[in-house]
């Protein structure tokens, strides 16, 4: 993803060495430790490897729109990179919590772990343990240093206070969202829709969206109305781009969602998707459907036919783009300079391209 930002290849540039600083840094210091910290060290540049760096470049952007000055541009471009090695740890933190060994079709950190075990004579139950131990250490390590980064920026006092308070927001948020998507998903209640919802909104709307362009809002010398503006518009996208997650779960391709077909089915995830489902008159229908998931292809597609014709797909899709109208309405009352607004805009575009 390019925003609307003027400098947008150069700062994806500056970001990029950002984050390669951060990795040389952290395999610096792991290196003289023993082979598997050095082996830590090279899964964890593997794992930052890739993505759009869209929430870094979130950063840059309100930055740049907000006619940001007072700071130094490599302090932009560390604070942005901080995100980036945020959703880094969250993401191997999650590949941790749902037992995933791959990521993007390659093996993760948990997944060259367990490998590694098994290549020194270990039976399954030791390897495994010894990939789960690298997942959570190597979030553990990406963490500290997305903080580092930022509680080390050489940017006034108040302004990194505040930086560092966002990325503490980010971290409970996510954490608290995270806990409540797993606890959802062992329950045999029905649950209620809301709790549901929220939990999708906590896990990615606060770190993905509301924080970088706070941050970027932030290290631009912003006031509080901006602040508050960028805040409950990352909150509604957010959520919109989760829910338009659930929906690629349940009937995306692969080549989309980086995973096989349906997984969120296979998986027995309780969705938001299917709450609604839950409450229509065909729920014994998709209930039925939706038992026989896992089983393969064929019963994937029958269960997608099933949440189709119950009208919980339509329903889930209405609720994504109301909520995207949510966020441009957001934007259409603020005081935002025109540039942040268009930059916003786009983006709200962008979210909305990808529902499948």
């Given at each position: 993803?390019?925003?609307?930002?003027?400098?947008?290849?150069?700062?994806?540039?500056?970001?990029?060495?950002?984050?390669?600083?951060?990795?040389?840094?952290?395999?610096?210091?792991?290196l003289?430790?023993?082979?598997?910290?050095?082996?830590?060290?090279?899964?964890?540049r593997?794992?930052?490897?890739?993505?759009?760096?869209?929430?870094?470049?979130?950063?840059?952007?309100?930055?740049?729109?907000?006619?940001?000055?007072g700071?130094?541009?490599?302090?932009?471009?560390?604070?942005s990179?901080?995100?980036?090695?945020?959703?880094?740890?969250?993401?191997?933190?999650?590949?941790?919590?749902?037992?995933?060994?791959?990521?993007?079709?390659?093996?993760?950190?948990?997944?060259?772990?367990?490998?590694?075990?098994?290549?020194?004579?270990a039976?399954?139950?030791?390897?495994?343990?010894?990939?789960?131990?690298?997942?959570?250490?190597?979030?553990?390590?990406?963490?500290?240093?997305?903080?580092?980064?930022?509680?080390?920026?050489?940017v006034?006092?108040?302004?990194?206070?505040?930086?560092?308070?966002?990325?503490?927001?980010?971290?409970?948020?996510?954490?608290?969202g995270e806990?409540?998507?797993?606890e959802?998903?062992?329950?045999?209640?029905?649950?209620?829709?809301?709790?549901?919802?929220?939990?999708?909104?906590?896990?990615?709307?606060?770190?993905?969206?509301?924080?970088?362009?706070?941050?970027?809002a932030?290290?631009?010398?912003?006031?509080?109305?901006?602040?508050?503006?960028?805040?409950?518009?990352?909150?509604?996208?957010?959520?919109?781009?989760?829910?338009?997650d659930?929906?690629?779960?349940?009937?995306?391709?692969?080549?989309?969602?980086?995973?096989?077909?349906?997984?969120?089915?296979?998986?027995?995830?309780?969705?938001?998707?299917?709450?609604?489902?839950?409450?229509?008159?065909?729920?014994?229908?998709?209930?039925?459907?939706?038992?026989?998931?896992?089983?393969?292809?064929v019963?994937?597609?029958?269960?997608?036919?099933?949440?189709?014709?119950?009208?919980?797909?339509?329903?889930?899709?209405?609720?994504?783009?109301?909520?995207?109208?949510?966020?441009?309405?957001?934007?259409?009352?603020?005081?935002?300079?025109?540039?942040?607004k268009?930059?916003?805009?786009?983006?709200?575009?962008?979210?909305?391209?990808?529902?499948?």
């Amino acid at each position: 993803m390019i925003f609307a930002v003027p400098s947008a290849p150069t700062a994806r540039q500056e970001i990029e060495d950002a984050i390669e600083t951060s990795l040389e840094r952290l395999e610096h210091r792991l290196l003289p430790l023993g082979d598997g910290a050095h082996a830590l060290a090279s899964a964890i540049r593997r794992a930052t490897t890739g993505g759009k760096r869209f929430r870094p470049l979130l950063v840059a952007a309100a930055y740049d729109t907000l006619d940001g000055d007072g700071v130094n541009l490599s302090d932009l471009w560390r604070i942005s990179a901080a995100f980036e090695l945020l959703h880094t740890a969250f993401v191997v933190h999650d590949d941790v919590i749902d037992h995933d060994l791959e990521r993007r079709g390659i093996p993760n950190v948990g997944g060259e772990f367990r490998q590694r075990g098994l290549d020194k004579g270990a039976d399954e139950t030791g390897a495994s343990l010894l990939g789960t131990a690298a997942g959570i250490l190597a979030g553990d390590l990406l963490l500290h240093e997305a903080t580092r980064l930022v509680a080390l920026s050489n940017v006034p006092a108040e302004r990194r206070a505040d930086l560092v308070t966002l990325v503490e927001d980010a971290v409970i948020v996510s954490t608290a969202g995270e806990l409540a998507d797993v606890e959802n998903s062992i329950t045999s209640a029905d649950l209620d829709p809301m709790t549901i919802l929220q939990a999708t909104r906590d896990k990615t709307a606060v770190y993905s969206f509301s924080a970088p362009l706070q941050a970027g809002a932030v290290m631009a010398g912003a006031d509080d109305s901006t602040l508050h503006a960028l805040e409950r518009f990352g909150e509604r996208l957010g959520l919109a781009y989760q829910l338009i997650d659930d929906l690629i779960g349940a009937f995306g391709s692969p080549e989309v969602s980086g995973k096989d077909e349906g997984c969120d089915l296979r998986e027995a995830k309780k969705t938001h998707l299917i709450s609604l489902a839950r409450e229509t008159a065909s729920w014994p229908e998709v209930s039925e459907a939706l038992a026989q998931a896992h089983t393969g292809p064929v019963a994937i597609r029958v269960a997608q036919t099933a949440l189709a014709n119950s009208g919980a797909r339509k329903a889930l899709e209405r609720l994504v783009y109301d909520t995207l109208d949510e966020a441009v309405n957001i934007v259409s009352l603020s005081t935002l300079p025109t540039e942040c607004k268009t930059m916003l805009i786009e983006l709200v575009d962008m979210v909305a391209e990808r529902v499948p």
